[in-house]
């Protein structure tokens, strides 16, 4: 599926009302051409997850507008019935809790997301072998989550993130628990992707050893956006 990318027009959240109302979101400018990575950066409190939670349709905003592949999804409100839906075919999340599932083993936990969207069960499992292979955990394929190290299981997660080949990505600090060398893994992994299906990619990070990597870069500071040209150097 080509993505067209993400366009995100004077967005706001606030949370809660009255008194106690927080603005997360003040006003927030923000696109990503299919095929980008781009870096989103900010203290902690910024804004970084509500702005992926809105963006993903976990939450709603308070106002602006979304578009994504070529979709206006909320200008004001949501525009799409089915916000599951969306959420399933068009949005792949790498948070920073990997949150694989205990009783299934690490291709099922891969695996699982492509056959409920109807992928033969051999393509499923094959897609998650490809990426076990790029993400280096292709021998722990049959283990249980549980003997799996922290940053092995993060790996799995990253894999069930791009299994389904959505148009947009969402990545919250996906390589806090990784190495330097597996951190730079996964994102050459996010950046091929992105080229070969046209993915449009926001990674939150404070992460030192990625931050060269990205050509563009999205500073947020109290719910405000800043955009700034990146290093782009990717080794
Ligand atoms: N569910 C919520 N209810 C009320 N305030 C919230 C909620 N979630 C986040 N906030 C507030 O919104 C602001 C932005 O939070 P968040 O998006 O989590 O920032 P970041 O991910 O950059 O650390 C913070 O002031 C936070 O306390
Ligand atoms: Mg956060």
Known sequence: MAGKGILIEGLSKRYGSGDTAVDALKKVDMQVAPGEVVGLIGPSGSGKT????????VIEPTSGRMTLGGEVIYDGGWLIKDLRALR???????????????????????????????IPNAEARQRAAELFQALDVAHRAKAMPSQLSGGEQQRVAIARGLVNRPPVILADEPTAPLDSERALAVIRILNDMARKLETAVIVVTHDEKIIPTFKRIYHIRDGVTYEEAGEGVLA
Do not use: E
């Not at 509500?50 to 349709?57: S, V």
């Not at 075919?89 to 109807?118: E, H, R, S, W």
């Open 50 to 57: 509500t702005l992926l939670k809105a963006l993903g349709a």
């Open 88 to 118: 399933r075919d068009k949005i792949g999340f790498v948070f920073q809790a990997p949150y694989l599932i205990p009783f299934l083993n690490v291709t099922d936990n891969v695996a699982l997301l492509p056959m409920l969207a109807g």
